[in-house]
């Protein structure tokens, strides 16, 4: 079975530009989480999404959205993107609506 899948694995951009990240979860899984990884830092919570609708949301600001499609993928946008955004994005999936993000059943690491 074919794991977490992201797209582009690396991405380039200029101050100011959108960028915009693609998620495929694991096959039946139903639920996506977004990540951030600034490099030496731990990981912070983004966007959590099921069914299609955003269920939670971390301490970010708004130029950081999201959405997910009828089959399950997701994407991740930064607009107007600063100096501090450059970090490690990951996605993560889990089957069915666990009771708090922190219930993590699958992380692919990009290398």
């Known amino acids: 079975e074919t794991g977490v899948t992201q797209s582009p694995t690396h991405l380039i951009k200029t101050r100011g530009q959108q960028v915009t990240l693609r998620c ?33 949301r971390g301490n970010f600001p708004r130029r950081f959205s999201g959405r997910q499609f009828p089959n399950y ?24 609506q666990p009771g708090r993000v922190t219930d993590i059943l699958y992380i692919n690491f990009l290398p």
Do not use: I, K
């Open 24 to 56: 495929s979860p694991m096959s039946g899984h139903t639920s996506v989480y977004w990540y951030q990884q600034v490099l030496g830092q731990g990981l912070q919570f983004l966007l959590w999404y099921n069914e299609e609708a955003e269920r939670e």
């Open 73 to 96: 993928s997701s994407e991740l946008n930064v607009n107007a993107s600063l100096l501090e955004d450059s970090a490690l994005y990951l996605c993560a999936s889990s089957l069915a």
